[in-house]
């Protein structure tokens, strides 16, 4: 028994030596762990974090797409290079030192169509906490906030509150002084006047929608048409007609109705609607997060202008905006608004960015241009700055001034509402 134990023993440490030698070895292998950023313009600094880089100067060498990059600093764990010259696309990142040239088919770096203008991303209320507070701008508490309307004059924005309070609040632009006007009200969503400056919105979960009088402080339950069954409505818009148009979720579908009566129910198996707008020529739009993509009604014909279906990823995101609205894959879309000249502005939460799509010469959303106005693709934070830098975490409420110079934009999970600065 003795010499089985020595035995086992012995080769249990020749094991743990094996190990050691192993590890020992590995650690002094050239490597590389990350690149950071992964993608940017020419110019940019990007860190190539990694193992045992060369500490003595010239040693280290990054090459992207074979051109060498600008060293900047060094360390045996981090270099810091400048991205060099090279044409729109995603290339490898190869390091050289007195060890070897080592690269990882994972580790890319991807060069973006740099903006002619910069534009900045601020916040203009809230203070971060998931509370109820009225106050001027920073220091007013807003919750998670969504659907944001704006008012009759445009002097501020309404918007819903579906946390802390559950409440329908305003924000004035002049004053940035934030008011609730009514409280209590069940997951409210994303709400509009119609033409006499009554605000109606719908709750999600009460399966209802309510109307705030012009100049009033408590809401009431709207009476809807018997046949208009509400499952998770998300989304209340008035067009210039006067139809009133209910984005239904849970049923798959959106509701017109005139006057108490219903004009039509656009039903479809994945239509699964989460946001509307209208256009100038009151022509209706739906999003739907199960689709992914962009529906607009124009009388009774119900066509798909924007998304391919397909959910984005990292890697094909931004090369799919190439194509095109028609061709481009699309996230989850929390809200959308379609500015007088016809550009439709939409957020998505999936990709984390704000979004434009310009219609062709002919009003065609599908052949138009679609591009990002702020948010890095897949980062997910809360960050201010210029555009090119600038993150969102949540985006979901959206509206657009008439000149298309300031957008307001709603982050329900950072409890802030953010405004990008175009002018």
Known sequence: MKRY?????????????????????????????RVD????????????????????????????N???AKMVEFDKDQLTVVAPPNDLGTYSVEVETPLGRVSREDLT?????????????????????????DEIGPSAALGQIEGLAWAPDKSAIWFCQRSAGNAVRTYNLSTQMVKSVVTGIPLPWGGDFDAAGDFYFPCKDAKKVYRIAK??????????????????????????????????????????????ALVKAFTGDKYFPVALAVDSKDRVFFASTQDRGIFMIDGETVTKVAGTGTKPTKDDYEISLASGPAGANIGNIGGMYITPDGTLYYTDYLTFTVMKIVPDADGNYAGGRISIVAGLPFSAAVVNGTTDKAQFKYPSGIVVSDDGRRIYVSEPTGYLLRMIDLS
Request: aromatic share 10%.
């Open 5 to 33: 134990l020595v035995f086992l023993m012995a080769v249990l440490l020749l094991a743990l030596g094996a190990c050691q030698e192993k590890y020992v070895a590995s650690v002094t292998d050239l490597r590389l762990v």
């Open 37 to 64: 950023p992964s993608s940017g313009y020419e110019g940019d600094l990007i860190r190539i974090l990694g193992r045992n880089f060369s500490t003595a100067f010239g040693e280290n060498h990054v090459y992207i």
């Open 66 to 68: 074979g051109v060498e």
């Open 109 to 133: 770096f991807t060069y973006k169509k740099k903006p002619a203008k910069l534009y900045m991303v601020t916040t203009v209320a809230g203070n971060g906490s998931n509370t109820l507070k």
């Open 215 to 260: 100049g009033g402080s408590s809401a009431d339950e709207v009476t809807l048409p018997s046949s208009v069954k509400l499952d998770a409505p998300m989304y209340v818009k008035f067009d210039s007609k006067g139809n009133m148009w209910i984005a239904s979720r849970g049923n798959n579908t959106v509701y017109k109705i005139k006057d108490g």
